[in-house]
């Protein structure tokens, strides 16, 4: 029965597992990432990496992997771009798109997870009231401006790391 056991583990291919472990925790990751601020898309792009050396195959094809590619990069950037859009639309300034990116980085490492709402709209709302010296009222829309463009980066870097997890599995 010990033998068994032994043979059992000789038989295993423990780099593919290595792999596929590696795969599973770097998408688990960057799912994570589009709500903590590091780039998710691209560490979830290292799980595609991971998951095909597992397979063994050579799959998927070169255009499969550079829109697996092009998919990263847009996450990566969508995700400054909705919460600089959103601060605009609602009358922010240069300074509350600062404030935003400073206030979730600080809420991030300090008040996980109702951090990662009221750092940016704190943040630009700080950044409004005192560089702008804009009103109480402006400063708070161009705060709630942030904070909505952030959700909306949020919402898409989930949707395009789906994506990205269909393209590589598929």
């Not at 780099?15 to 903590?36: D, K, Q, S």
């Not at 601020?37 to 499969?64: D, F, N």
């Not at 639309?89 to 206030?103: E, R, T």
Request: charged share 10%.
């Amino acid at each position: 029965m010990f033998s068994d056991i032994i043979n059992w583990f000789a038989g295993l291919d423990y780099v593919a597992g290595a792999l596929y472990t590696a795969a599973l925790f770097l998408y688990i990751a960057g799912f994570l990432g589009a709500v903590l601020p590091y780039p998710g898309c691209l560490v979830a792009l290292g799980g595609s990496v991971c998951y095909t050396l597992a397979t063994g195959e050579p799959y998927p094809a070169w255009w499969v992997w550079c829109l697996l590619v092009l998919l990263a990069v847009f996450g990566t950037l969508v995700d400054n771009l909705t919460t600089a859009l959103g601060a605009r639309k609602f009358g922010g300034s240069k300074h509350a798109l600062w404030g935003s990116m400073i206030g979730l980085f600080a809420g991030a490492l300090f008040v996980f997870p109702f951090g990662i709402i009221l750092g940016p709209f704190l943040g630009a709302f700080v950044a409004e009231l005192y560089f702008q010296k804009k009103s109480t009222r402006d400063s708070a829309k161009s705060g709630m401006g942030a904070t909505l463009g952030l959700l909306a980066g949020v919402l898409a870097k989930l949707i395009i790391m789906g994506l990205m997890l269909v393209l590589t599995v598929m």
